[in-house]
Nanobody, 115 residues
Framework: QVQLVESGGGLVQAGGSLSLSCAAS????????MAWYRQAPEKQRELVAF???????NYVDSVKGRFTISRDNAKKTVYLQMNRLQPEDTGVYYC?????????WGQGTQVTVSS
């Protein structure tokens, strides 16, 4: 059964940094493109970044140059380093495969950026 466990969120001032982690199990991690998504209050969940099985990355325009996604296949973990955080980055952050074809989602991790 697919399990995704996100961690690392918190409250930070604008301009600060956070590092998120997501431990995955229940599927062949190394063969899947992994992604981070986020859901801001009263908004739909959106894709933030993804990393392919061979390490290629892609980012939504609003986080380019500030966020870095990476993966460790041996640990079945995907990371998101977030720098120069802005209030509009506030939301619950989730990891999943890309595209998000699994029906299951983790509990997410809350990121709150104060101005």
């Amino acid at each position: 059964q697919v399990q995704l466990v996100e961690s690392g969120g918190g409250l930070v001032q604008a301009g600060g940094s956070l590092s998120l982690s997501c431990a995955a199990s229940g599927f062949i991690f190394r063969l899947n493109t992994m992604a981070w998504y986020r859901q801001a209050p009263e908004k739909q969940r959106e894709l933030v970044a993804f990393v392919s099985s061979d390490g290629r990355t892609n980012y939504v325009d609003s986080v380019k140059g500030r966020f870095t996604i990476s993966r460790d296949n041996a640990k079945k973990t995907v990371y998101l380093q977030m720098n120069r955080l802005q209030p509009e980055d506030t939301g619950v952050y989730y990891c999943n495969v890309y595209p998000a074809t699994f029906g299951a989602w983790g509990q997410g991790t809350q990121v709150t950026v104060s101005s």
